[in-house]
Structures are given as structure tokens and as C-alpha cells.
């Protein structure tokens, strides 16, 4: 009797172990706290976005169920689903490069260590990347540096306030130098949207963020974000140490050091991310949408992109040209048809408009005022009949977003 209990706990304790050994597979129920040990329920834990009940440790989170808590239901569009990266060195260490890519795609189901998309966030566009850790510790190689230059370049195209959410170990060292170039490809795209283009730009530090992704885009964001205790830095402790040859911090090369020093702006808990992340692009969304079409310089400003896409959006609900035309028809007849002539006389006589040099010159303020007061009248409907218009002229509306 003795015997059979002491085999029954032994089997346990061997069940336990194999749970957690399988816990990043898809038949794994438990896993273990990296912080305080603590067995979780792995359903709870992503109910409550992988952070511990015990400690409030930060566990990693995998790219889509970082989407699925940051993006509005629904309104996330994929970007560049079908880039793989291929082997250009033939690497080979006790695996080929390509199996251990082969490996790794079957065991996350993703292509490479990033998600690029569009989506609403509270109903605001945003260009949003997730890193994966999962992905061969979440390591830039050529595709994520390319499908990263391209949710950039997208993002300034389309006016998209940009957010990339880092979880990387470094450049890929199976592709060599091709990895390392993407530091400065991913930076020069960045500086166009940021200081050419004038659009914003939101870092957002995970456990861990190290090597050239540290040192490069990582660390460009206009708002640099961090979770709690996050690991961010470039070379490692032990070698830091070896190199200065004094011993380091105990909170060296966390999201608290780095905030202390200047080099983080705000550590965000989790739950309270797309909070934060919400708030700020508030401030933001009225920024003037970059057009990709050929209107006229001086129409560009009246646009406000969430605008635009709110009414894209509706607009390409329908199939055929027919139906557009038609709903094109709907926006400019039926809602607001007695404003049509103002409308007109707005925009082609000369006596009304609002940016009349001759009205300046004289400083006709109440010639200014009445302008304002009739613009104001028809501005949103104004809005929807220019935009809608546009969209009709367009052959290529199908953005992905």
C-alpha cells in the first residue's frame, strides 16, 4: 500500500514536469512563473494577458494575442502575410538555417518573428508590429527588417501614427551582414516618417529587447513605452562586466534603470497598455493625412484621416463599381442637398474664400467671420462629398486596411 501511494505521488511529480516542459505547445495546460515559481492555469494566465496572479511578473506574450488585446475587434488587417525568409549564406550549425526556420514556422505558426498590420485602436488607425519571442527568440533577419521598412513606409504613405511593439534577442547571425543592414534600413525609414513626414512614432519595450534592435528602432520612438522589469539593453551583463571589469547594478538593464536614467519615457503594466497607447494617439489623430492620389496641395489639409477611413471603410463594403457610384450618390444628394450650391459657391468664388488675400489685405473680419460661420455649416458633409469623390476617381481603394 505504501509502495503504490510513494508511485502515485512519483507519477505526479512526473506529470507535472511534463506539463511544464510542453507548456508552449498546444496540449500544455500549465506553466511556471519565471519570477516566483508559482504553477498557472495557462487559459487564466492569457485571460490575464500572461502576467503572474501571484507576483505581477510580465511572462512573454505571443505577437497574435498581443493584437488580439490591442486592436479593436475586427479591424485588424494583415500586412505582407507570405514574406519567408530563405537562406542566402546556406548557414549551418548542428541544423541548416532553412530547418531550423522549418522548425519554428511549424511550432509558432508564423512566418517570421513579426506581425505587420493596420487597425483601430478605440477607433483611431495606427500601423502596428509585433515582435515574437517565440520565433527564434524573436531575432531580426532580413524579413523582419523588410516587413518592417514596408509597415513604415505605409504608415507615412497612408498619415498612420506608428507603433512597434519589440520582443527581439538581436540580428539574426545565420543571415551575417544582411541582418545588420536592416539597423540602417529601418532607421532611414523611421527618419522620414518622423521628421519629414511629421508623424508619430511609439516605441514599446518588452522582456527582452537587446542587441541591434536596441540599437536602432527601438530606441528611436517619439514616446519610448516599457513594461515592468522589462530586460532592454545592447551587449550582455557578463560581458559588461568583463569588459569594465566592475560589477554592475542589481537593476542594470531593466525598464526601472533605464526609465531612471532618461532613456524610457513611461513603464505601462500590461492591462493598461492600449490605455496609455489610446491616449496618446488621441492627441495625435487629427494629424493631416498624407494622400497617395493627385488632389490639389491646397484640399490636402481638409482631410482628417480617421475621416477618411471611417468612409473608406463603408465605401468598399460594396462589390461593384455600381454600387459605389451609388453610395457615392446617397453622401452627396441625400444628406445634405440645399448646402450644395454653398457649397459650390465656397469653393470657386473667389469673394468667399476663407484664404482670400485681398480679405486679409483689407482686413474684412466680418467678410472672414460669415466665411467661417457658412464652412462651418457644411464641414463634415464637405468632408465626406471630397473624400468620396476621390475614392470614386481611384482605381486602387483597396488599401489593407
Known amino acids: 500500500m505504501i509502495i503504490s501511494i510513494l508511485s502515485w505521488i512519483e507519477d505526479q511529480k512526473k506529470l507535472k514536469i511534463l506539463n511544464y516542459n510542453k507548456s508552449s505547445e498546444p496540449g500544455g495546460l500549465w506553466t511556471r512563473c519565471d ?82 498590420g493596420t487597425g483601430l485602436i478605440d477607433g483611431i488607425p495606427a500601423a502596428l508590429g509585433v515582435m515574437d519571442f517565440s520565433f527564434m527568440g ?31 534577442g538581436g540580428a539574426r547571425m545565420q543571415e551575417g551582414i544582411l541582418s545588420l543592414m536592416q539597423m540602417a534600413k529601418i532607421s532611414s525609414a523611421l527618419q522620414i516618417h518622423q521628421s519629414a513626414a511629421n508623424l508619430l512614432y511609439l516605441s514599446v519595450l518588452t522582456s527582452p529587447t537587446t542587441g541591434g534592435v536596441t540599437a536602432s528602432f527601438a530606441m528611436l520612438g517619439d514616446l519610448i513605452f516599457a513594461e515592468p522589469n522589462a530586460l532592454v539593453g545592447f551587449a550582455g551583463r557578463r560581458v559588461i562586466e568583463q569588459t569594465l571589469q566592475e560589477k554592475l547594478p542589481e537593476n542594470f538593464q531593466t525598464a526601472e534603470y533605464l526609465l531612471d536614467h532618461g532613456l524610457c519615457d513611461l513603464i505601462i503594466p500590461r492591462s493598461f497598455l492600449k490605455q ?54 446617397k453622401i452627396q444628394f441625400e444628406k445634405l442637398p440645399n448646402q450644395l450650391s454653398l457649397l459650390n459657391k465656397f469653393l470657386y468664388d473667389p469673394s468667399t474664400k476663407i484664404f482670400d488675400e485681398i480679405v486679409f489685405k483689407n482686413k474684412d473680419f466680418e467678410a472672414i467671420s460669415s466665411t467661417y460661420e457658412e464652412y462651418e455649416q457644411f464641414s463634415s458633409i464637405y468632408r465626406e462629398i471630397l473624400i468620396s469623390l476621390h475614392l470614386l476617381l481611384r482605381e486602387d481603394i483597396g488599401h489593407s486596411l
Not at 496641395?297 to 473608406?312: P, S
Open 276 to 329: 496609455a497607447l489610446s491616449e496618446t494617439i488621441t492627441l495625435y489623430k487629427d494629424t493631416t493625412f498624407k494622400k497617395r492620389g493627385i488632389l490639389p496641395a491646397n484640399l490636402q489639409n481638409q482631410f482628417d484621416f480617421l475621416t477618411e477611413e471611417k468612409i473608406r471603410r463603408k465605401y468598399n463594403q460594396h462589390k461593384n463599381s455600381e454600387n459605389k457610384k451609388a453610395l457615392f450618390k
Open 35 to 116: 519570477n516566483c515559481g508559482t504553477i498557472l492555469y495557462i487559459k487564466h494566465l492569457k485571460e490575464n494577458q500572461c502576467v503572474c496572479f501571484a507576483c505581477g511578473y510580465h511572462l512573454q506574450m505571443s505577437s497574435r494575442e498581443r493584437i488580439k488585446n490591442l486592436i479593436d475587434i475586427g479591424t485588424w488587417r494583415p500586412l505582407d502575410e507570405t514574406l519567408s525568409p530563405c537562406d542566402p549564406l546556406d548557414f549551418c550549425d548542428q541544423k541548416t538555417y532553412g530547418e531550423r526556420l522549418k522548425d519554428a514556422q511549424d511550432r509558432t505558426n508564423l512566418q517570421d518573428a513579426i506581425l505587420t
Open 138 to 168: 524573436g531575432s531580426m533577419g532580413s524579413v523582419v527588417g523588410e516587413k518592417i521598412t514596408r509597415l513604415i513606409e505605409y504608415a507615412t504613405r497612408e498619415g498612420y501614427i506608428l507603433i512597434l511593439i519589440c520582443a527581439s
